[in-house]
């Protein structure tokens, strides 16, 4: 490339060794894997992967992680003791 720049970047140490332990796995280096995914981003306009949201530290979050986007905060009335109660039935059931 006959116009080149240095970009410096910082990495958790444990973040650096992981991606070139990865890389080393195909054949590349962290040097060699930055330059091709930003000339992906570039050539296809467009982002390498879904950056998720910002994640918030309220309740309803840390309770439901991953699936807090699928609750029903109508609901929660409902299913406060359910897993508990499900069991006491089950077992009743089965001493009965």
Do not use: C, S
Request: negative net charge; proline residues 5%; hydrophobic residues 40%.
């Amino acid at each position: 490339m006959a116009n080149e720049v240095t970009v410096e970047i910082k990495l958790d140490a444990d973040l650096k060794e992981a991606a070139e332990k990865l890389y080393r796995r195909i054949d590349l280096t962290l040097e060699e894997a930055i330059p091709l995914l930003v000339k992906y981003n570039v050539n296809q306009d467009t982002k390498p992967f879904d950056i998720p949201e910002e994640e918030t530290n309220d309740e309803h979050t840390e309770l439901f992680g991953a699936l807090a986007k699928y609750a029903n905060p109508a609901m929660h009335p409902f299913e406060d003791g359910a897993w508990e109660r499900a069991v006491v039935k089950k077992y009743a059931k089965n001493l009965g």
